[in-house]
């Protein structure tokens, strides 16, 4: 019972300290070094790229459109 008990205390020490020193790091890269943007940069950046694949759809399709109306007229 002690063995099993200081096995989990361990283990949940671990565990705390391996988040705790990815979360240092990651505050190092981004906040110290800057080779990291920010996660808000990083979302901003994602929700462009969003937008731009939609618009990119969006002006294929009236091309497409356009070419198919343009092939119907001659």
Same mark, same amino acid.
């Given at each position: 019972? /002690?063995?099993? +008990? #200081?096995?989990? *205390?361990? !283990? *949940?020490?671990?565990?705390? +300290? /391996?988040?705790?020193?990815?979360? &240092?790091?990651?505050?190092? #890269? !981004? ?6 943007? @920010?996660? @808000?940069?990083? =979302?901003?950046?994602?929700? !462009? $790229?969003?937008?731009?694949?939609? =618009? +990119?759809?969006? /002006? &294929?399709?009236? $091309? =497409?459109?356009? #070419? +198919? !109306?343009?092939?119907? &007229? &001659?």
């Amino acid at each position: 019972m /002690l063995l099993e +008990t #200081l096995f989990h *205390a361990g !283990q *949940a020490w671990h565990n705390e +300290t /391996l988040s705790t020193l990815k979360q &240092n790091i990651l505050e190092f #890269l !981004q906040e110290e070094t800057r080779d990291l943007p @920010a996660s @808000a940069e990083v =979302d901003i950046l994602y929700k !462009q $790229i969003t937008d731009l694949v939609r =618009d +990119t759809q969006t /002006l &294929n399709d009236k $091309i =497409d459109g356009l #070419l +198919t !109306q343009s092939t119907k &007229n &001659n």
